[in-house]
């Protein structure tokens, strides 16, 4: 099993969803379901706030509560991910060696593993 483009050698490949292929998607964990949109929330009120004492007299005290929840939240949901990823990994090994067809994003070469 190699996860290369055996045109170019590449490592950027893409599983090509097909209808044989479809039924055996990783199962992704609901910890970095939450994990991911959690960080993007927490990014966007650190640099509200970070522009806020830039630019007034700082952030109010709603935004430092929200900022605080979203950081707790970041922190469960990453112990979450951190116990989940085991059984992620392996789910994911599972779906690479399952899938039989895939795309290089380098050089847009199409190929099957028998
Ligand atoms: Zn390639």
Redesign the pocket.
């Given at each position: 099993m190699q996860y290369?483009?055996?045109?170019?050698?590449?490592a950027?490949?893409l599983p090509v969803a097909n209808g044989d292929t479809a039924a055996v998607r990783p199962v992704v964990p609901k910890s970095l379901v939450i994990l991911i949109p959690a960080l993007f929330i927490l990014l966007l009120l650190v640099v509200i706030s970070v522009a806020l004492w830039l630019f007034s007299n700082g952030a109010g005290q709603t935004l430092q509560i929200a900022t605080v929840v979203a950081f707790l939240i970041c922190v469960v949901a990453g112990i979450l991910f951190w116990r989940d990823l085991p059984d992620f990994k392996i789910s994911m090994q599972s779906f690479m060696n399952a899938n039989k067809h895939w795309k290089?994003?380098?050089?847009?070469?199409e190929w099957h593993i028998q």
């Open positions: 290369r483009c055996p045109k170019c050698q590449s950027k490949i290089c994003r380098e050089c847009n070469h």
